[in-house]
């Protein structure tokens, strides 16, 4: 079974300085990860995916995460916060059989979400 | 760029009451999907639909929930006899294909308040 767990609840940061938020998966098989990030009042957006084409994966505004197998871990990082960047954000791995490949009608496993706030 | 949109942005209801929560997905999606998120808790995904049939159902998705494609465009989720518990945010959600690297792309989502 699929899961994911984000080691942070909230994430407090200055304007300016880098943002990391971590994440971790647990996944039989090769995982389909997403990061999704959810303004107040606003839907989901997708920010970046892992499709198994490059480890280090660039996304929107910015952000990007590196899968790292070995430490099955999917984080997410941007070198310089800005205030727009405060948001609620979700690490997702992709669930049902296939990962990756297809045959998948995988419905997605949310972690918890981390809060991002950015001070001035 | 397309994108998925929900109906009505927020709803109250008395418990009991019958709700039909609306969205339409992108016009060449053939996966479709419900997700809540009750205050303070994570998304969960309540149910996947595809060629009109329901393809997958979470512990969540009872007796009381529904889901329907009336016609080519909308898909709806129908809450037959609402309880206080089901006061949540509602995201509708679809994708091309099945592989599960295609992102599924959101609505904003319906917040559905019962009274």
């Known amino acids: 079974a699929q899961s994911v767990t984000q080691l942070d609840s909230h994430v407090s940061v200055s304007e300016g300085t880098p943002v990391l938020l971590r994440c971790n998966y647990s996944?039989?098989?090769?995982?389909?990860l997403f990061w999704y990030v959810q303004h107040p009042n606003k839907g989901l957006q997708l920010l970046l995916k892992y499709t198994s084409a490059a480890t280090l994966v660039k996304g929107i505004n910015g952000f990007e995460a590196e899968f790292k197998k070995s430490e099955t871990s999917f984080h997410l990082t941007k070198p310089s916060a800005h205030m727009s960047d405060a948001a609620e954000y979700f690490c997702v791995v992709s669930g049902g059989a296939g990962g990756n490949y297809g045959g998948s009608q995988g419905n997605l496993i949310f972690g918890k979400g981390t809060k991002l706030s950015v001070k001035p | 760029e397309p994108e998925v949109t929900q109906t009505p942005s927020h709803q109250v209801t008395q418990m009991g009451q019958e709700v039909i929560l609306r969205c339409v997905p992108i016009?060449?999606?053939?996966?479709f999907y419900w997700y809540r998120q009750i205050l303070g808790q994570k998304v969960e995904f309540l149910v996947s639909f595809y060629n009109n049939e329901i393809s997958e159902k979470s512990e969540i998705f009872d007796d009381q929930f529904s889901v329907e494609r009336p016609d080519g465009s909308n898909f709806t989720l129908k809450i037959r006899s609402t309880k206080l518990e089901d006061s949540a945010m509602y995201f509708c959600?679809?994708?091309?294909?099945?592989?599960?690297?295609?992102?599924?792309?959101f609505g904003d989502g319906t917040r559905l308040s019962i009274l």
């Open positions: 959600a679809s994708r091309p294909g099945p592989r599960g690297n295609q992102p599924q792309h």
């Open positions: 996944s039989s098989y090769s995982p389909s």
């Open positions: 016009s060449n999606h053939l996966y």
